[in-house]
């Protein structure tokens, strides 16, 4: 596989990753009806990636393409998505940009998620993004590539769930197996994989 060119994100990035996950998840069959109003969608959905990415930033794993086109946030093995005071404050943000029941509906993705984690150390690709106006170049998965070659270079293994049902296969062809599922309320369903360390 042809690798894209990738790059250690760092603060500067922000918005740049704000704009492409905005745009990357708003049709997404999980990511996109937790914000059911479509005409604020973006700029609802915007409020929470800017707390992950505001996040993520601080660890070397998050990877941009030059350009900023496409997006992937790695969180190390022991490390988390969010600080305490980050992960406290985000419920609040989330009721005063939607509702206090958007807001917890959304919260309770995140506490799904949490709840079946593999209980071994891994490298968990928590958010994976091109922007739709870039979609369909091989960004996505040429940001994933690199990646897992710095992930392979440690031996370790990674970890992520699929909102998305279409993107599996893509998953599977680099070497990630399913592991479980996750039935959301309203029955959507996400899917756990699990790729060994190599």
């Known amino acids: 596989m042809t690798h894209t060119p990738a790059r250690v994100a760092t603060p500067s990035d922000v918005d740049a990753i704000v704009s492409v996950f905005t745009s990357a998840f708003f049709h997404d069959p999980v990511w996109g009806p937790a914000f059911p109003d479509k005409g604020r969608r973006a700029e609802q959905a915007a409020v929470m990636w800017r707390v992950y990415a505001g996040s993520a930033v601080r660890y070397?794993?998050?990877l941009v393409t030059p350009g900023g086109e496409a997006a992937a946030v790695w969180i190390p093995p022991g490390g988390v998505e969010l600080t305490e005071e980050e992960a406290a404050g985000l419920e609040g943000k989330l009721a005063e940009?939607?509702?206090?029941?958007t807001a917890r509906a959304i919260m309770e993705v995140g506490e799904r998620f949490?709840?079946?984690h593999p209980a071994e150390l891994f490298f968990y690709l928590t958010i994976l993004g091109t922007h739709a106006d870039h979609r369909g170049k091989g960004l996505g998965m040429g940001l994933l590539a690199?990646?897992?070659e710095?992930?392979?270079e440690l031996g370790a293994p990674a970890y992520l769930e699929s909102t998305n049902p279409a993107n599996l296969k893509r998953y599977e062809g680099v070497g990630f197996g399913v592991r479980d599922e996750i039935v959301l309320p309203g029955g959507r369903t996400v899917t756990t994989m699990w790729r060994p360390g190599r």
């Open 60 to 62: 070397p794993w998050t």
């Open 146 to 148: 690199a990646g897992l």
């Open 150 to 152: 710095r992930i392979d």
């Open 114 to 116: 949490e709840a079946v």
């Open 97 to 101: 940009a939607t509702d206090a029941a």
